[in-house]
């Protein structure tokens, strides 16, 4: 049995589930080679409650050797995250790759469609957005919306 990178989840009223490396970890291994990729969302299920504080969010980090692409840590404080972090468990046993993460095809409206290419990096403290963020998903989707609409 291969004990490396086994995903662990606490089930709290807000699940938080890991496998992996640690930011700490990845860092002290790979020092500059380290890509750490965040994502704040409220999923679709919470918008239905109406007694939930809109200041609450769900996080997502995804670790990422730049050298490799490979993914080498994944945390996530969301509804399911034992689900969810299952499946990224397996795919990091596959050798799973930030570039394989970011074709993936989501399931809309689950809270995992959310978690794989559609956050932020910080590198060196500079704030850095993928062409593929959610935010500019979203703007893309807003703007062919609105030249639809006005064609």
Not at 87 to 92: D, K, N, Q, V
């Amino acid at each position: 049995m291969d004990y490396k990178g086994v995903p662990t989840t606490v089930f709290t009223p807000l699940e938080y589930g890991c496998c992996g490396l640690t930011e700490e970890e990845a860092r002290e291994a790979l020092g500059d080679n380290l890509a750490t990729y965040h994502v704040q969302f409220q999923p679709l299920e919470w918008q239905y409650n109406k007694m939930r504080p809109d200041s609450h969010n769900c996080y997502v980090k995804t670790l990422v050797n730049k050298e490799t692409g490979l993914v080498t840590g994944f945390h996530i404080c969301a509804p399911n995250a034992g689900e969810i972090t299952q499946g990224l468990a397996i795919a990091m046993k596959c050798g799973l790759t930030k570039q394989q993460l970011d074709s993936c095809v989501g399931i809309h409206p689950t809270t995992a469609w959310l978690h794989p290419h559609r956050g932020s990096t910080r590198l060196r403290n500079h704030l850095v957005e993928p062409e593929h963020s959610w935010r500019a998903i979203v703007a893309a989707q807003s703007n062919t919306i609105s030249s639809t609409a006005t064609a």
